[in-house]
């Protein structure tokens, strides 16, 4: 039996009927940990005596029957921005490279309760702050499909290393795209939750309104599962909500007949590349084809999504990055003369170039004379970008068009230019600028073998909706998709 093609959830049912044993399910990543990180490089840190010892604990709860969840036993991995008590958590920035926590992600405390077996953390943008994952101090991640190209980000670590088999999900972090885009890329499936729905206390924060965790996995079902075990009602949050809808397995049902699915003209035009175009209408046809009904409308606005995102991001990642000065914890500069020096030193040589651009942008715009200019109008964007997507879906349940204006770039292409980084987020970033859930699904690859995923967009508090679309299209395609762990690790030659 080949335990790295099973899903989270099929490794689950093993566990639970004895067919394979917590220890075994841990040996499988380890090894391919071992076999693969050299090239993909998707961690940080790898916890293999810990994963062991929690193996071990987790499966005594199992044979005693006091762990029976669906995610028992199975291994995860976890994005480097979540704090784990006593685990080296950086986000991939040289300014945390010794900082270990001293309290647990509530996110990650839910999936311990579950009995998850938390095998590392994973590479990431530093601070979440690229699309890439190549601004990480530790180097860049790269893709399974190819390793020439990148895998997206921030969470380009959680989705290089599902998609590589090297853990069976991964918790990810979004604040504009981090989760959506890097699981198009890297051909996996990727949940944003509604803002509020999984607490992000121990979070380490880029933009607070923003940002939400989210799972990544090989399938929509263990994405289903996953997301109803780490949504929960936090006290520690001032912004979690307290949901009674939260059994998102439910909506694992293949039935989209009478779905109202909308497609912005303004997502499938100019910047968009053909086979992703291509891709993306071909899976809009197969959910028509199961009995949803699908229409193209005018989606206004998203042409000022970026600048506002952007402004905002900025403005509140300036905010809270601004504790990260070699006082209390992190890295402290080693020749210093008086406190004020001590601070420009150690932010100075702490701190990468990409997290130095967005701190000055966004000091700029909540500077005195530039705060209504920019930061307040930014807001202003942002609330009539929540009224467009409210009209829009007076009209469709679901709105659909693609995760990335193309697929995963070759390294070291996007860094050269920042601005055409930044508008890679195109499709993504409105969404979390609305609190709105939204979901990759691979529908595809481009002539070199890169995957494509398309993006579906549902209302606040309607995942269940995605979910029920995102099902009903994988079982309608089940066949026409290749795990990477099938088709093996790729380098550019081999694709040409």
Known sequence: MDLLKLTALELGEKIKAKEV??????????GQIKEAESEIHSFVTIDEEGAYAQAEEIQKKIDVGELTGPLAGVPVAVKDNMCIEGQLTTCSSKILSNFKPTYTAEAVENLRKAGAVIIGKTNMDEFAMGSTTETSYYGPTRNPHNTAHVPGGSSGGSCAAVAASECYYALGSDTGGSIRQPSS????????????????YGLIAYGSSLDQIGPVAKDVSDCAAILETIASHDPKDSTSMDRDDCDFTEALVDDVKGLRIGIPRDYMGEGLDPEVNDAVMKAAKVLEEKGAIVEAFDLRLVKYAIPAYYTIADAEASSNLERFDGVKYGYRTKDYDGLHNMYKKTRSEGFGPEVKRRIMLGSFVLSSGYYDAYYLKALRTKALIKKEFDRAFRNYDIILGPAAPTTAPELGKSLSDPMKMYLGDIYTISVNLAGLPGMSVPVGKDSKGLPIGMQLIGNVFEEKTLIRAAYTYECATKKMHETPASVGLMSEKEVR
């Open 21 to 30: 044993t917590v220890r075994e399910a841990v040996d499988a990543v380890i």
């Open 185 to 200: 890329f890297c051909g996996v499936v990727g949940l944003k939750p509604t803002y509020g729905t999984v607490s992000r």
